[in-house]
Each structure stands twice: as C-alpha cells, then as structure tokens.
C-alpha cells in the first residue's frame, strides 16, 4: 500500500479500533478477535455507541411489541435488557453518588463514593431510576423509537460534555483517562451531530412527529447539560461515578420529557 493511502486511511482505522474500545468499556458486548481495541480517546464516540445502543432497543422493543406483549411488560423488559447490555456500569455511578451527596460532610463524599457497598441512598436512586423509566416508556405511545434512542445518546453526550468542561476530582480511577485524550471542540460536536443524525431520521420516518422529534432533541441535549451543571455544583467538579450519574439521570429526565411532551402534543 502506497503511503499516500496509509495517510488516508490511518485515521479511519484510529476510528475504528476506539469504536472497539468504546463498545468494550461502555457496554458488555464482545469484539471479535480480529478487531483489536483502542481505550485512547473512546469518550468521543461515546454518543454513537448510545446511538446504536438505542436502535437495538428499539429493535426489541418492536419484536415484543409484534409478539403481543403489553407496553408496560415489555417497557420493564427493555429497561432490563437496556441495564444489561451496559453491565450497570452508569447505574453503579449513579447509586454510588447518591450515597455521597447523603453525607453532609463535604470532605467525605468522595471516600463514601469510592466504598464499593451500596448504602440505603444509592439503593433508593437504583430503584427510582429504574422505575421512572419503565413508567415513562410505557407512557410512550407516541415516538417510542426516537426516545429511546435520543435517551440514550443524549445521556452519553452529557457525560462528554462533563468530562471536557469540569475538573476531575481525583487522581486515579475509571473516568480519569478520558479527559486528556479528548480533543475538542469535536470530540464534543460528535453528540450534536449524532443527536441531529437521529432526529432527522425520526422525522424522515414518521413526518406527522416532526415536532415531538425536535422537542425531544433540543430537550435531551439542555437536559444533559443541566444534569451535569447540577453535579459539578453540589460537588466542585466530576469522578467516573458522576459520569455515570448523568448518563443515567438523564436517560430518566429525556423519556419523562418526551412521555409528557407526547400528551400535550396528542
């Protein structure tokens, strides 16, 4: 191969070896053996793999619908598979969080975060968000597709933006590699992109739900920017627990958007 050509495609094949990275670290999903990862600067792709994880779950959710399973069981069983295929990983940075913030002395939170016990606080946090999801997707009658899948890409995008806009908190641990491989502004500009993407297809596909797909657009991307303001407040900056915290925070606040967004617009 020419070194012109090795010039061209070196990029891509970066690209793809962080997508393997990327659907490694964010989900539990194998690559197979020939496709070899790269962790260096996977925060980036973090919206697209939300974006295919999204598609999937609207996949199921068709499937169970064709087989005649009711909206709530099979809004339970999405909300399942969807904790699943990320091994919890948000959901424990979301619980482990919340254990934090129920101390009242500011010092400790990170420590209390760190412990690998679930306290009552996180476990609360693990129901409510479980439950508040199930509850608004089975609320989705209207644009369940496009919801799930702007839940999810939009949560991953809050989670870029925290990363590249607040300091790290601590010195070592699971979301302390990304920020310095994180190149900005695209880095950043991937999640709008992916969000635009998505809502252009929504439209495209069901064009009497333009207005709930823009609505549900614009409100996952001011509602992921707010979760992660939120927790950078309460706490001076972010930890690969709040990482988490704000992709799942913001999953719930998107399908809760877009359910009641769905009624007004009815």
Not at 36 to 56: D, M, N, Y
Not at 107 to 135: E, N
Not at 230 to 248: I, K
Request: with cysteine.
């Amino acid at each position: 191969m020419s070194p012109r050509w090795i010039e061209v495609l070196a990029p891509l094949a970066r690209w793809w070896a962080q997508l393997g990275g990327a659907l490694l670290f964010y989900t539990i999903l194998p690559l197979p053996r020939w496709w070899v990862p790269q962790f260096e600067g996977i925060a980036a792709l973090a919206p697209w793999v939300g974006l295919g994880l999204g598609l999937g779950l609207s996949s199921v959710d068709w499937t169970l619908e064709t087989l005649g399973l009711t909206t709530l069981f099979r809004s339970a069983l999405v909300v399942g598979l969807w904790l699943w295929l990320t091994g919890g990983l948000h959901l424990d940075g979301a619980m482990d969080t919340a254990d934090g913030l129920a101390v009242q002395d500011p010092d400790r939170r990170l420590a209390v975060m760190a412990d690998s016990h679930s306290g009552a606080f996180g476990v609360m946090v693990a129901i409510a968000i479980l439950g508040l999801k199930t509850l608004a997707l089975a609320e989705l009658a209207l644009g369940r597709p496009g919801s799930l899948v702007l839940a999810a890409l939009g949560g991953r995008w809050g989670q870029v933006v925290a990363i590249a806009r607040y300091p790290y908190l601590k010195a070592t641990g699971k979301g302390a590699f990304h920020k310095p491989h994180l190149r900005l502004p695209w880095g950043v500009l991937e999640g709008v992109l992916a969000s635009g993407l998505a809502v252009m297809t929504w439209i495209w596909i069901w064009p009497n739900q333009r207005f709930l797909a823009l609505g549900t657009g614009a409100g996952a991307l001011v509602l992921a920017l707010l979760v992660g303001a939120w927790f950078q407040r309460r706490l001076g900056g972010h930890t690969g627990d709040t990482y988490g915290a704000t992709v799942e925070w913001t999953e719930v606040l998107v399908l809760c958007w877009a359910a009641m967004l769905a009624h007004w617009l009815r």
